[in-house]
């Protein structure tokens, strides 16, 4: 899992047809400072509505996403699982 900021909305005229009903967002990878971390973007498919400018839970990994989704069926293995709403840390455990 990781944390990331939603950059977009994926905008597809085809797509595979167990993901037709699903959002895809464009996601990239921040630390707990929420500054963008690498270089890479990633496509998630979300189920929990969140949107451009959100911080989300991102999980990557086959078999967490079709356990969610309830089948085998999408080419999917990067989903949003949550919307960060504020993130706290101990600075005794820093």
Same mark, same amino acid.
């Given at each position: 899992?990781?944390?990331?900021?939603?950059?977009?909305?994926?905008?597809s005229?085809?797509?595979?047809?167990?993901?037709k009903?699903?959002?895809? !967002?464009?996601?990239?990878?921040?630390?707990? &400072?929420?500054?963008? $971390? %690498?270089?890479? #973007?990633? @496509?998630? +498919? =979300?189920?929990?509505?969140?949107?451009?400018?959100?911080?989300?839970?991102?999980?990557?990994?086959?078999?967490?996403?079709?356990?969610v !989704?309830?089948?085998?069926?999408?080419?999917? &293995?990067?989903?949003? $699982? %949550?919307?960060? #709403?504020? @993130?706290? +840390? =101990?600075?005794?455990?820093?």
């Amino acid at each position: 899992m990781f944390l990331a900021k939603v950059k977009g909305n994926i905008v597809s005229t085809h797509k595979n047809r167990y993901l037709k009903k699903h959002k895809l !967002l464009l996601v990239h990878p921040i630390n707990l &400072n929420y500054e963008f $971390i %690498g270089n890479k #973007d990633f @496509i998630a +498919i =979300d189920l929990i509505d969140a949107g451009i400018g959100d911080t989300v839970i991102v999980v990557q990994e086959g078999d967490a996403v079709q356990q969610v !989704l309830g089948h085998t069926n999408a080419p999917v &293995n990067t989903m949003i $699982i %949550g919307i960060v #709403d504020n @993130i706290e +840390i =101990d600075s005794k455990l820093l």
